[in-house]
């Protein structure tokens, strides 16, 4: 039987990446957090009954915590300019119609840039 023929069990949501805080956090507190970002996987687990459960991966771009004064905390994004780039590149290839793996189209891609790196540098480092 296919994955595509089995009955989905359970829709889940994995959380991913951090965010850096500019106070100190204190364990044993509870804190609501607000986050915003995308769903960059979907995973599917065979639970070997005929049924699936579909995982999918969120990564936040925005993260909010609220401690239990009421404080609003704006968490910074803690991934390098370069992870930046990376992420933002995976979405623009993400909607492109594309049989080309990310990968691929990334190894591609640099190799241009690479190539254009005098005249790149004149555009954006001047």
Same mark, same amino acid.
């Given at each position: 039987?296919?994955?595509?023929?089995?009955?989905?069990?359970?829709?889940? &949501?994995? &959380? %991913?990446?951090?965010?850096?805080?500019?106070?100190? &956090?204190?364990?044993?507190?509870?804190?609501?957090? =607000?986050? =915003?970002?995308?769903?960059?996987?979907?995973?599917?687990?065979? /639970?070997? @009954?005929?049924?699936?459960?579909?995982?999918?991966? $969120?990564?936040?771009? %925005?993260?909010?915590?609220?401690?239990? *004064?009421? #404080?609003?905390?704006?968490? *910074?994004? =803690? +991934? %390098? +300019?370069? #992870?930046? /780039?990376?992420? +933002?590149?995976?979405?623009?290839?993400? *909607? &492109? #119609?594309? @049989?080309? =793996? $990310?990968?691929?189209?990334?190894?591609?891609?640099?190799?241009?840039?690479? #190539?254009?790196?005098?005249?790149?540098?004149?555009?954006? $480092?001047?």
């Amino acid at each position: 039987m296919s994955d595509k023929e089995k009955e989905i069990n359970s829709h889940i &949501l994995k &959380l %991913t990446g951090r965010a850096e805080s500019p106070v100190e &956090l204190e364990i044993g507190h509870n804190y609501d957090v =607000s986050c =915003s970002g995308s769903i960059i996987s979907e995973t599917l687990h065979d /639970l070997n @009954d005929g049924r699936i459960d579909k995982v999918y991966t $969120f990564k936040p771009a %925005t993260i909010e915590v609220l401690t239990p *004064k009421g #404080q609003r905390i704006k968490l *910074k994004d =803690s +991934r %390098t +300019r370069t #992870q930046l /780039l990376r992420g +933002r590149m995976y979405g623009i290839w993400s *909607k &492109l #119609q594309t @049989d080309q =793996s $990310f990968e691929d189209w990334w190894d591609a891609g640099m190799v241009k840039i690479i #190539q254009h790196a005098d005249e790149l540098a004149g555009m954006y $480092f001047d």
